[in-house]
Nanobody, 126 residues
Framework: QVQLVESGGGLVQAGGSLRLSCSAS????????MGWFRQAPGKEREIVAV????????YYPEPVKGRFTIARYNGMNTVYLQMNSLKPEDTAVYSC???????????????????WGQGTQVTVTS
């Protein structure tokens, strides 16, 4: 079991930056592929960043590529998400996740996770 607590959300103007933090307890983050998801009102949850437990390689979907950076500090049992050049469409609840993996269905392919934080609100104003 791992417990995740996010912090760092808030209100920011378009073009600004925020850094989200995810503090883990119970087990170390080095045991897991870690990630950040977001969910905006009326929309499905989507992945925004994943970092591998093996070599810390990262994946970003196109909407955030080049603007968001995920990093893990195993010694501090913390994962960060640096968000730059924020846009109003980045407004969402952002959740940290451990044990990120891909679930493949007959016609679907989506990211899921084994453990979730409670989420932190990020609001970007224009």
């Amino acid at each position: 079991q791992v417990q995740l607590v996010e912090s760092g959300g808030g209100l920011v103007q378009a073009g600004g930056s925020l850094r989200l933090s995810c503090s883990a307890s119970g087990r170390t983050v080095s045991n897991y592929d870690m990630g950040w998801f977001r969910q905006a009102p009326g929309k499905e949850r989507e992945i925004v960043a994943v970092i591998s437990r093996h070599n810390s390689s990262a994946y970003y979907p196109e909407p955030v590529k080049g603007r968001f950076t995920i990093a893990r500090y195993n010694g501090m049992n913390t994962v960060y998400l640096q968000m730059n050049s924020l846009k109003p469409e980045d407004t969402a609840v952002y959740s940290c996740a451990a044990g990120v993996h891909i679930e493949v269905g007959v016609s679907t392919r989506r990211y899921e996770a084994d453990y979730w934080g409670q989420g932190t609100q990020v609001t970007v104003t224009s």
